[in-house]
């Protein structure tokens, strides 16, 4: 046990449809970081988030959105869902922000699987 | 960061150690070396990393070559539970880029 917790575990919609996916990090971690992976491609990093900002932005689609809320935790928003949003996505925690040096550890939840029929 | 290569895939047997190599050719001073792996359609889980001593936790070992251009991963008792794709990746120590990303990674097979 990672110490990362994500809901749902499963989720199963409709394409036009908006989702969220919630994510509490690891106690003390500040860092969450959101990863799409999806079956014919590896790990794709979505977005990070450091103490409530923004940190970092990889491929994520516009129709995606998230945010971390004081409490940490942070939820990744899919709108329009398309077919080709089905993916497990993993939500990963670290303490580090990022270019302070050292070595920095993510530690992954379990994963949300979403499938859009 | 620097690429790293690692054989595609490898069979172990229950109760044996599995040895899992991997090449870093490029590798710069700064740069650590981390594995992961992924057991199927789960989170990929942290496992050890280092920078150029060998290091030992609860769940591997960690051997780095002198010259850092390689490391072997060594899962000392291996059960059917470490079935799994693992990842090498070597990070840089000062990098406003934290995201991982892994290559192809090596499927592990432990047959009993």
């Known amino acids: 046990d990672s110490g990362v917790t994500q809901t749902p575990k499963h989720l199963i919609t409709a394409t036009g449809q908006r989702v969220t996916l919630r994510c509490s990090p690891r106690?003390?971690?500040?860092?969450v970081y959101w990863y799409q992976q999806s079956l014919d491609q590896g790990l794709q990093f979505l977005i990070q988030?450091?103490?409530?900002?923004?940190?970092a932005k990889g491929n994520i689609l516009e129709r995606f959105s998230a945010q971390q809320f004081p409490d940490l935790h942070s939820e990744l928003n899919l709108s329009s869902l398309e077919l080709g949003d089905s993916a497990l996505y993993f939500c990963?925690?670290?303490?580090?922000?990022?270019?302070?040096?050292?070595?920095?550890?993510?530690?992954f939840g379990p994963g949300t699987r979403l499938t859009v029929l | 960061d620097a690429k790293t290569t690692q054989p595609p895939s490898m069979d172990c047997a229950e109760g044996r150690a599995a040895n899992l190599p991997c090449n870093h050719s490029?590798?710069?001073?700064?740069?650590?070396v981390y594995w992961y792996r992924q057991i199927h359609s789960q989170g990929p889980q942290y496992i050890i990393h280092?920078?150029?001593n060998n290091e030992t936790n609860e769940m591997a070992s960690l051997i780095i070559t002198e010259d850092r251009k390689s490391s072997t991963l060594i899962l000392p008792h291996a059960t059917l539970r470490d079935t799994a794709v693992y990842y090498c990746?070597?990070?840089?120590?000062?990098?406003?880029?934290?995201?991982?990303?892994f290559g192809a990674g090596t499927t592990v097979t432990v047959r009993a």
């Open positions: 990963a925690s670290s303490p580090k922000k990022g270019g302070l040096g050292g070595p920095d550890t993510q530690y």
């Open positions: 106690s003390g971690d500040l860092s």
């Open positions: 988030y450091y103490n409530g900002e923004e940190r």
């Open positions: 490029t590798i710069s001073g700064n740069e650590y």
């Open positions: 280092g920078l150029k």
């Open positions: 990746i070597v990070r840089a120590y000062f990098s406003n880029d934290y995201k991982l990303s």
